[in-house]
């Protein structure tokens, strides 16, 4: 099984401030896709932005961004200009295609925003 | 677009009592997943249903049962719940290919007592 590690199991922000939240994984694939997920208090799972590791251009959605490192086998989310509604737990997750329809997740970081 | 379905969203069992959480997308995905989410250990697959009629065990099958009824639903049961079981489950479902990513549905919270 692939393992995806996020180190830190809780982070603080100021509002508007960036922070960045590690993910690095394990594989020896060379063809796979990662994921970062939000966790808001209400439990839903929302997908927040997506990178093919066969693309060398980091993905941005809005103030979402990824610094996705393929030979360090680093995918870390950059939050800019954080707002209170970015208080979440966020879930990096990793699939390759030569392992079926699996996914793995992380354990999780915890964002706390702080106004 | 109702996405994925779960119900219910909350129970609360007795130790030994069965029951059976039902899942159920809209979108026309091949594959399907259940997942429990505890405090600190992210989410572990239990089971997931890579087609219709097909089932493979996950990273935490024991103590559960799964069903994929037809493409659109996927049930897990619990045959005699135990304390350790206390979670929240989540289904997701996802179609094949690419940078699809898993779509999820709100959770069921189940705790045992």
């Known amino acids: 099984a692939q393992t995806v590690t996020q180190s830190q199991p809780e982070m603080s922000v100021q509002e508007a401030e960036t922070v960045t939240l590690s993910c690095t994984y394990d594989?020896?694939?060379?063809?796979?896709?990662l994921f970062w997920y939000k966790q808001p208090p209400s439990r839903q799972m929302i997908l927040v932005i997506r990178?093919?590791?066969?693309?060398?251009q980091n993905a941005t959605e809005n103030r979402f961004s990824v610094n996705f490192q393929k030979a360090a086998k680093s995918f870390s989310l950059k939050i800019s200009d954080s707002q209170l509604g970015d208080a979440a737990m966020y879930f990096c997750a990793y699939r390759s295609p030569n392992t079926g329809n699996q996914f793995y997740f992380g354990t999780g970081t915890s964002l706390t925003v702080i106004p | 677009n109702a996405g994925v379905t779960q119900t219910p969203k909350f129970q609360v069992l007795k130790t030994g009592q069965s029951m059976t959480l039902q899942c159920a997308q809209d979108m026309n995905h091949n594959s399907m997943y259940w997942y429990r989410q505890d405090p600190g250990m992210g989410l572990r697959l239990i089971y997931y249903s890579a087609s219709e009629g097909t089932t493979d065990k996950g990273e935490v099958p024991n103590g559960y049962n799964v069903s994929r009824l037809n493409k659109r639903e996927f049930s897990l049961r619990l045959e005699s719940a135990a304390p350790s079981q206390t979670s929240v489950y989540f289904c997701a479902s996802f179609r094949q290919g690419g940078n699809q990513p898993q779509h999820f549905g709100d959770g069921t919270r189940l705790s045992i007592l």
């Open positions: 594989t020896s694939e060379s063809d796979y896709y």
């Open positions: 990178q093919e590791a066969y693309k060398q």
